[in-house]
C-alpha cells in the first residue's frame, strides 16, 4: 500500500512538472531593404534577453546575447528559445553597408512572433557649393538637410566653391535646405533630392 502511494506521488509529481514545462518561443521573419524589400542575405542577427532598469525603450545595461544567426539568400531568419528568463527580448540586425536596426518593442515571450526587420541602405549625397555671381565679401550661404547628424555648412565670401558628403540612408528623399545672403538680402531655399541605396547622387547649389 504505501508503495501504491509512494509510485502515485511520484507520478503526479512528474505529471504536474511536464505541465509546467514551458514551449520554447519562436521568432521567425526576414531581413529586408528599406522601400524596394529587397530580401538581404548575411546580415547578423542578434537576439538579447535581460531586464528592464526602468526605461523600457533602453534597457541596454541588463541585456545579454543568447544566440545568433545570419539571414539566408531569401532574407529569413528563424531563433527558438525558452524565453521566461527574459523578461525583455531584443534584437539588433548588422549589415554591411546598411544602417544597424534594433528591435525591442513588439516581441513576445509566450506565443510565436513573426517579425521583419528593414535594413535602411547606406547612400552618398555629393553637395557642390559654388558662389557663381559674387556680390562682395558678405555673401553669406549656409546649407543644412533632413537626414541628420550633418550639422550646417555656413561659409561666406566671393571664392566659396566646396564639395561636401554626407552618408545618409538611401532609396529616400532628403531635403537640402539653404539660405543665400547678398546685399543684406537672405532668399531661402529647399529641395527634395531622391538618393538610391549604394549610390553617390550629387546637387549643385550655385548662387
Same mark, same amino acid.
Given at each position: 500500500m504505501k508503495n501504491l502511494l509512494f509510485l502515485t506521488l511520484i507520478i503526479t509529481i512528474c505529471f504536474i512538472t511536464a505541465?509546467?514545462?514551458?514551449?520554447?518561443?519562436? *521568432?521567425t521573419g526576414h531581413v529586408l531593404e528599406f522601400d524596394t524589400n529587397k530580401p538581404i542575405e548575411g546580415a547578423l542577427i542578434?537576439? /538579447?534577453?535581460? %531586464?528592464? %532598469? =526602468?526605461?523600457?525603450s533602453?534597457?541596454?545595461a541588463y541585456l545579454e546575447k543568447i544566440d545568433s544567426t545570419i539571414s539566408d539568400a531569401d532574407g529569413? /531568419? @528563424?531563433?527558438?528559445?525558452?524565453?521566461?528568463? /527574459?523578461?525583455?527580448? !531584443?534584437? *539588433?540586425?548588422?549589415?554591411?553597408? /546598411? #544602417?544597424?536596426? !534594433?528591435?525591442?518593442q513588439g516581441i513576445y515571450r509566450t506565443r510565436a512572433n513573426q517579425i521583419d526587420i528593414v535594413?535602411?541602405? @547606406?547612400?552618398?549625397?555629393?553637395l557642390h557649393i559654388k558662389n557663381d555671381m559674387p556680390v562682395?565679401? =558678405? !555673401? *553669406? *550661404?549656409?546649407v543644412w538637410g533632413?537626414?541628420?547628424?550633418?550639422?550646417?555648412?555656413?561659409?561666406s565670401g566671393i571664392l566659396v566653391d566646396e564639395l561636401i558628403s554626407v552618408k545618409l540612408r538611401g532609396n529616400d528623399s532628403p531635403t537640402v535646405h539653404w539660405n543665400v545672403t547678398k546685399s543684406g538680402i537672405k532668399t531661402s531655399y529647399d529641395q527634395d533630392i531622391y538618393c538610391p541605396?549604394? %549610390?553617390?547622387?550629387? #546637387?549643385?547649389? #550655385?548662387?
Open positions: 505541465c509546467k514545462k514551458e514551449n520554447p518561443t519562436s *521568432i542578434y537576439l /538579447y534577453g535581460g %531586464d528592464s %532598469d =526602468g526605461n523600457f533602453n534597457p541596454g529569413s /531568419y @528563424h531563433f527558438d528559445l525558452v524565453a521566461s528568463p /527574459y523578461p525583455i527580448l !531584443d534584437l *539588433i540586425a548588422h549589415k554591411e553597408l /546598411y #544602417f544597424s536596426e !534594433d528591435v525591442l535594413l535602411d541602405p @547606406h547612400a552618398w549625397l555629393e562682395d565679401e =558678405g !555673401d *553669406i *550661404i549656409s533632413s537626414w541628420g547628424g550633418g550639422g550646417t555648412f555656413s561659409t541605396a549604394h %549610390d553617390t547622387t550629387t #546637387f549643385e547649389i #550655385f548662387y
